[in-house]
C-alpha cells in the first residue's frame, strides 16, 4: 500500500502495526514520527481528513517550538482539534514542561541581575572583556563564550563573532555583558552603536538579542532597562 494510500484511510481501516496506539505499544514512542505522537492525543480527524493528516498538517504550520507555545487560544480554532482536544494538548505540554524544569539542572537566565550573576568573574577584570551567553528558546543557557578582550569598538567587535557561535549551537537568543573597569557601569556612545548594530544583525539571523548588560565590581546596568535597545 502506498503512503499516499495509507495516509487516507481512517484510524480503524489502516493495519494494526500502522496504527499510532498499537505502534506505541509494541515498539514504544521513540520509534514514533511527531505526526504519530500528536495523532494519539488527537484521536480523532475529521470528515475528509483522518487523524494522521490532521497531525501533519498541524505540525507543519507550527514546527519546532511554535506548537508548544500556541496556546490555547490557537489550537482551539484549528479545525478538527476544537477545546476539548486543546485542553488536554496544553494541558500534556505545561506537564511536561513542569516536570522538564523540575529535574533539569539547566541555568536559566530570565533576568538582568541572572546574567549578573552567572559571570562573576569579569567584575574585577582589568581589562574590558565582552562575554556572550547563547540561549534556547525557554532562556537556559546552551554555553558562554568570550568573544573579545580589550576597549569595546566597532572595528573589533563584529556582528560575525557573536552570532558565528549562535549559528553553531542553534541559539534563539543572546545576552551580552562587559565590563567597565572604571567602576562606572553607564553605557558608553560606543557601547550603544556596537550594540545597536549587532541588534540589527540578529534581527536578520532571527537570532535576538535580549540584552546587554554592563558590570563592574559592584554594579551592572542592563541596557535593555535603560532603553537604549
Known amino acids: 500500500m502506498t503512503e499516499k494510500k495509507k495516509n487516507t484511510l481512517k484510524i480503524k481501516d489502516m493495519a494494526r502495526v500502522d496504527r499510532p496506539r498499537e505502534k506505541l505499544a509494541g515498539s514504544g514512542p521513540s520509534a514514533m514520527k511527531d505526526e504519530e505522537l500528536l495523532a494519539i ?3 480523532t480527524g475529521f470528515k475528509g481528513k483522518n487523524v494522521m493528516e490532521l497531525a501533519r498538517g498541524i505540525l507543519r504550520e507550527y514546527d519546532g517550538d511554535k506548537l508548544l507555545n500556541a496556546g490555547f487560544d490557537k489550537l482551539s480554532k ?27 539542572k539547566d541555568v536559566y537566565i530570565r ?3 541572572d546574567a549578573y550573576g552567572y559571570v562573576p568573574e569579569i567584575r574585577k577584570a582589568k581589562k574590558e572583556k565582552l562575554v556572550v551567553i547563547y540561549l534556547t528558546t525557554r532562556n537556559a543557557v546552551i554555553k558562554r563564550e568570550t568573544v573579545s578582550i580589550g576597549s569595546l569598538n566597532a572595528n573589533i567587535v563584529h556582528p560575525r563573532e557573536v552570532f558565528s557561535p549562535a549559528l553553531n549551537c542553534h541559539a534563539a537568543s543572546v545576552i551580552m555583558m562587559h565590563n567597565h573597569p572604571s567602576g562606572d557601569a553607564s553605557a558608553s556612545e ?6 545597536r548594530r549587532i541588534v540589527e544583525s540578529g534581527k536578520i539571523l532571527g537570532i535576538e538579542v535580549l540584552d546587554h ?8 546596568k542592563s541596557m535593555k532597562e535603560e532603553g537604549l535597545i
Open 41 to 43: 492525543m488527537l484521536r
Open 111 to 113: 533576568t538582568p541581575e
Open 190 to 195: 560606543e557601547d550603544i552603536e556596537i550594540t
Open 78 to 104: 484549528i479545525k478538527g482539534i476544537g477545546p476539548s482536544k486543546a485542553a488536554e494538548i496544553v494541558a500534556a505540554f505545561e506537564l511536561t514542561r513542569r516536570m522538564t524544569v523540575k529535574d533539569s
Open 213 to 220: 548588560v554592563i558590570v563592574c565590581e559592584n554594579d551592572y
